[in-house]
Structures are given as structure tokens and as C-alpha cells.
């Protein structure tokens, strides 16, 4: 059978994509263009309004595919699986397996029972009580970089969340499973490894823990031999342990990068939001992060107009800005989640109000941004090469890659592959988003 996997949302839903990919392959089916595919399997999100809507407005487009044959179906997953269910049957036909995160490690042997019953129908929304590990696929090609899922879920219940509804409570998976996956990863190619989870930090910490913090993962992990990065994400506040705040000045291969969701800079919408920490002991794990990691690139998660944000508190997230003076930031309006707290609070900010305060809030940061990146020209810079970039001349190829900090670094280089490798780049320009660099001594 033909597939093609369509993903939406964060990057463990592309972990997730990935998996199936490897697995399915390795059952014998063949990964398709749009075009040419019979099963689509569709991974979404509803973490916001407008992900959710790109689903719907997907499922219409996939329709004109099976209306041609009544062999092409579509399986949906993720948390707007999760949340609309089996509805999805009522409204799209076609839709013949619907599965949720905890329902994943199952859908290859689900999609095989589908093709083989084409009556058959088939739901895994369940929540299970322990962390499903999922069957390594033999062989299989693996990138330079890598995703490893540690857990599933979250306990935090921040009031304008729906994570913990749709992903379930948290549940930690072992470390030496998770080590062996990362092992597995490094063996195969893997030269960067990304450790996801809804909220890294309390890894462990749930009843399906087995005892090892997530600073003591880190430190597995890196002794791993061959692996040239680490990273990790994404990270709350609350939860950051000095041992992993040490971790950054300590282990060599953990990369000076850390995606720290602050939300807002008011301590009053803070606690509105249930997020259990303030202002300033957000800025005192900025501080002692850069006392133990003076070159750390940090970035972060802010929403603009939550109910009851007053312009103060807005005033309150642009000095928060100023001071850390974050290299990027993933800024969003406050939009009702069916089901959250959030939903049933009074003094909601008007959407012309919050399309103000956000576009000046993006406004400060492309600043920043800019004069953040134009401080590394002159720097030397160790990039892992993604591949081709869009930037190209008549007289030069270009290649595109990542620095330690997780800076988009292009260069020209005359080697004729380069995907996968490490490279050592002088940065002699800085663009809107990105750096320029100019390739120095032989890759690695």
C-alpha cells in the first residue's frame, strides 16, 4: 500500500510522523506523494484555533481523493483525534481510524487491518496508565538530527491549556528505554538528538518514573559515544532543577539552547494562567542559566490578550523582553480551548485589541532579533548541515545548517554534499532571520 503522512503541530507530533513512516516502510508499504497515495494519515493539533481549522479544511481537500476510489481512506491522530473522536465518522465518511497520542505505537498493525477489512472501522482514543513504548523498526534511514519522545502527557493543567485533556496525565517512560533509543539513533547516524516532552523538566517525576531525574537523564544520554548534540524541549519554569541549570555549564555536547515558555511578564495574569511561578524567579533562572552558560541562546512561548490582561500587564511582558532580549520568540493571541478554565473567565481583551498588542509585541522582537544575530558577525560558528539552502547565486552553492545556539547559518561551500555534516563557519553577515558565514578548514 501507498501512504502519505500530512503533520500538523509540535515537534512530537513530527517524531510521531516519523515513526509511523519507519515502521509502515518496514511492513512493507511504500511512502507516496500526495497524488499517488491510498492511505493518508493525518497528525493534528488543537493547542490553538487555527491548527484545528487547517485539519477540517484538509479532510475537505482529501475528500476529491476518495471520492475517485473507495480504496483511499484517511486515518486521523493526534489531540484533535483525541478531542472530536469519533465524529469524525459522521462528518467525513472516509475517515476510517481515528487514534490519539497513547493509541500511536498501535496504528501500524491498525492501517494493516483496515486495508485487509474495508468495512471495518477502527478507534484508539483510549488513555492508557503507562508510558506505550513503541517497536524500533529494523534498520530504517535516520537523520542527522533526531527526535526521542521521554514522556506523554502533563499534570500541569495551566488554566488556557488543553494538553493535559487531549495527551492525558503525565507519564515518563523509563530512562534505560529511552537511552536505548538514543543509542539505537546515534549507532544509525544520528549526530543530534532532540529529547521532546510537554514538560521535560518534571520527567521522572510522575508514579511511572523509575527514580532517575532528568539531569541525570541528560547525563546518560550525553556519555552516549559519537552523539555531537543535545537538546531538549520544551522546558517549564517551575521545574527547571539547579542540576539541570548546571547541566549547561557541564556537559560539552549539550547544546547552549534552551526554549523557556514564559507566557507573560505580569505576575497577575501568571497566576491567572496557573503557571506557579513569578516574574522574578523566572528572571533568576535567566540569570544563574547565563552565570553557569554566558552564551546560551534562549527563546520563548508568550500570549498576548489573555482575559483580564490589562495594558500594565502587557507593559509588564515588553519589559520582561527588554531585559532578557529572548533571539526568538513563538507569540500567539489568547484563543478559548473547549473544556479549559480560561474559557469561562471574564474580561476577555477584544481581537482587534489583541491583534494590536501582538503585532507590537512581534515588532520589539524582530528588533532583538536582529541585533542579537548582528552581534555574532565576526563570531566562529560550528554548523550541523540540514542541506541545500534557498539561498543561491550564479557563482556559489549554498548550504544551510544550525549553530550550536540553534542560529540558521548559511554558506557557501564548493564540497558537493554536505547534509548531515559539522562544518566550521566564520559569520560575516547577519540577515532578518538568519547568518551568513563563510566555510573554514574541513567538514567533520
Known sequence: MRFHILTFGCQMNVADADWLTQSLVSRGWTEAGESDAQVFVVTTCSVREKPEQKVYSLLGRLKSYADRSPDVFVAVGGCVAQQIGEEFW??????????????????????????ADPALRISLLDFLDH???REQPEGGTVQAQAFVNI???????????????TRGRQKSRSSDAVVAECEILVRRGARELTLLGQNVNSYGQDKHGDGTSFAALLERISAIPGLMRLKFTTSHPKD?????????GKLLNLCPQLHLPVQSGSDAVLKAMGRKYTKARYLDTIRELRRV????????????GFPGETLQDFEDTLELMRQVRYESSFSFKYSDRPGVRAEKMDFKVSEEEKSRRLAVLQEMQDRITVEELAAQVGSMAEVLVEGPSKMQDSEHVFWRGRDGGGRIVNFSSPIPCL???????????AKKHSLVGEIRGEPW
Open 419 to 429: 547534509t548531515g555534516r559539522m562544518v566550521r563557519v566564520r559569520i560575516v553577515d
Open 131 to 133: 508510558y506505550p513504548e
Open 293 to 304: 552558560c554566558p552564551q546560551i541562546t534562549l527563546t520563548t512561548d508568550i500570549i498576548v
Open 90 to 115: 459522521n462528518r467525513f465518511p472516509f475517515v476510517r481510524l481515528v487514534f490519539g497520542t497513547d493509541g500511536t505505537a498501535m496504528v501500524p498493525q491498525a492501517l494493516d487491518r483496515l486495508v
Open 240 to 248: 527547571i532543577a539547579p542540576e539541570v541549570v548546571t547541566a549547561f
Open 151 to 165: 514522556m506523554q502527557g502533563c499534570d500541569n493543567f495551566c488554566t488556557y491549556c488543553i494538553v493535559p485533556f
